[in-house]
């Protein structure tokens, strides 16, 4: 049982209702006073208990219980139900810590040090957050290697078959994703929208307000100046983005800067994109090398034809790397794409073959939650 914190801050405006806050179960006032404010901070409008033990429902249906110290010796008997955190302000009584296990709180939390912690715990909660995302990094190993176009059948192929879906254009020189997709007028946030980020973005927001392209959202480049983006900000928007859970894929560049690197620290594995091409695999084994010191669980995605007739098994080898599957050229892949048709939109091509057979592959290792 802990608590502690980090700073906290929305990045993107909205003019949404407020979000269903927790439980508060105390009779300080002092302490009902701050917990209050803390609520306001993230938006969050809890339901205060005062004077009796809180009802059955609201007990069991709260996504958060906060229970100030001063009532916790009353709650012995209700229901253990998780989610629930004893709100203490004095550090040096001991007996805190046997109260919380009376009650089955997971966590002890002081105040004020532990306010910033909380209130990140409360946003979490309003915002309902669950698992989250499969974070699947794409590099390529050479340039035109094709790591765009897998990125984008990727996140095509899982919001066809039902999980939440992002997709987030790491590589400012690529041309951007939502081209790629199609998606170039839709509206929304880009990446300059977003270069000021800091601390926490609320997920829900964040997903309002990217543009959504073929059932997914994309996070993509305008057509601007700006050329990279803080490290501060790829921390707090690919948090946001993995908090709601489903699928977040990742286009990034072989160049592995500071933002990409982050991002590579996020991700739950790497795609590194390999033309069966002996030059192709000299140079990969450096984007490789660089890869893996941000990320253990790295592996070879071969594309083909191989002009001289190496196997992937044997790229997958030479790189040290293990192969996630071999695909073949697309036919008609060009013409789809000057139609707006993305990549991965024909389920029985060989992107759709390789995509659908890689998520059911990942996901439930992953745990990856489903939604809309």
């Given at each position: 049982m802990s608590g502690s914190g980090q700073g906290t801050q929305s990045a993107v405006p909205s003019a949404d209702p407020p979000s269903e806050?927790?439980?508060?179960?105390?009779?300080?006032?002092?302490?009902?006073?701050?917990?209050?404010?803390?609520?306001?901070?993230?938006?969050?409008?809890?339901?205060v208990v005062c004077g009796a033990p809180p009802?059955?429902?609201?007990?069991e249906t709260a996504p958060l219980v906060l229970v100030g110290d001063d009532?916790?010796?009353?709650?012995?008997?209700?229901?253990?139900?998780?989610?629930?955190?004893?709100?203490g302000r004095d550090l040096d009584d001991v007996g805190v810590w046997q109260r919380a296990v009376v009650?089955?709180?997971?966590?002890?939390?002081?105040?004020?040090?532990?306010?910033?912690?909380?209130?990140?715990?409360?946003?979490?909660?309003?915002?309902?957050?669950?698992?989250?995302?499969?974070t699947v990094a794409v590099l390529g190993g050479r340039g035109g290697a094709g790591a765009s176009t897998l990125a984008c059948a990727l996140a095509v192929t899982a919001a066809r078959e039902g999980h939440r879906t992002v997709l987030i254009d790491g590589?400012?020189?690529g041309g951007g994703l939502d081209i790629l997709l199609g998606g170039e007028s839709e509206a929304g946030?880009?990446?300059?929208?977003?270069?000021?980020?800091?601390?926490?973005?609320?997920?829900?927001?964040?997903?309002?307000s990217l543009p959504r392209i073929h059932e997914l959202l994309a996070l993509s480049w305008d057509r601007g100046?700006?050329?990279?983006?803080?490290?501060?900000a790829m921390r707090t928007v690919l948090g946001a983005a993995r908090r709601r859970g489903g699928v977040v894929v990742l286009d990034l560049p072989r160049r592995i800067d500071e933002p990409a690197g982050e991002a590579l620290e996020q991700a739950d594995l790497g795609l590194l994109v390999i033309p069966a091409e002996l030059r192709a695999m000299t140079a990969s084994g450096r984007v490789a090398a660089a890869a893996r010191m941000r990320l253990t669980d790295l592996r070879a995605v071969v594309r083909g034809p191989a002009p001289g007739g190496v196997?992937?098994?044997?790229?997958?080898?030479?790189?040290?790397?293990?192969?996630?599957?071999?695909?073949?050229?697309?036919?008609?892949?060009?013409?789809?794409?000057?139609?707006?048709?993305?990549?991965?939109?024909?389920?029985?091509?060989?992107?759709?073959?390789?995509?659908?057979?890689?998520?059911?592959?990942?996901?439930?290792?992953?745990g990856a939650g489903v939604g809309a």
């Amino acid at each position: 049982m802990s608590g502690s914190g980090q700073g906290t801050q929305s990045a993107v405006p909205s003019a949404d209702p407020p979000s269903e806050g927790p439980l508060l179960v105390t009779e300080d006032d002092q302490l009902i006073e701050q917990l209050l404010r803390i609520c306001a901070a993230v938006g969050a409008v809890p339901q205060v208990v005062c004077g009796a033990p809180p009802g059955r429902q609201a007990w069991e249906t709260a996504p958060l219980v906060l229970v100030g110290d001063d009532v916790a010796h009353r709650l012995a008997g209700l229901a253990t139900r998780p989610q629930v955190l004893l709100v203490g302000r004095d550090l040096d009584d001991v007996g805190v810590w046997q109260r919380a296990v009376v009650i089955g709180a997971r966590h002890v939390v002081f105040l004020p040090d532990g306010e910033l912690w909380l209130r990140d715990r409360i946003a979490d909660a309003a915002e309902g957050v669950g698992p989250q995302a499969l974070t699947v990094a794409v590099l390529g190993g050479r340039g035109g290697a094709g790591a765009s176009t897998l990125a984008c059948a990727l996140a095509v192929t899982a919001a066809r078959e039902g999980h939440r879906t992002v997709l987030i254009d790491g590589d400012p020189l690529g041309g951007g994703l939502d081209i790629l997709l199609g998606g170039e007028s839709e509206a929304g946030l880009r990446w300059p929208d977003l270069a000021g980020s800091r601390g926490r973005v609320s997920a829900v927001e964040l997903e309002r307000s990217l543009p959504r392209i073929h059932e997914l959202l994309a996070l993509s480049w305008d057509r601007g100046d700006l050329l990279t983006i803080p490290v501060e900000a790829m921390r707090t928007v690919l948090g946001a983005a993995r908090r709601r859970g489903g699928v977040v894929v990742l286009d990034l560049p072989r160049r592995i800067d500071e933002p990409a690197g982050e991002a590579l620290e996020q991700a739950d594995l790497g795609l590194l994109v390999i033309p069966a091409e002996l030059r192709a695999m000299t140079a990969s084994g450096r984007v490789a090398a660089a890869a893996r010191m941000r990320l253990t669980d790295l592996r070879a995605v071969v594309r083909g034809p191989a002009p001289g007739g190496v196997t992937g098994e044997e790229v997958a080898r030479g790189l040290r790397l293990p192969l996630a599957g071999e695909i073949l050229a697309e036919p008609g892949l060009s013409g789809d794409l000057e139609r707006g048709r993305p990549p991965g939109d024909r389920p029985k091509g060989p992107l759709g073959r390789f995509c659908s057979a890689f998520l059911t592959e990942a996901l439930p290792s992953a745990g990856a939650g489903v939604g809309a």
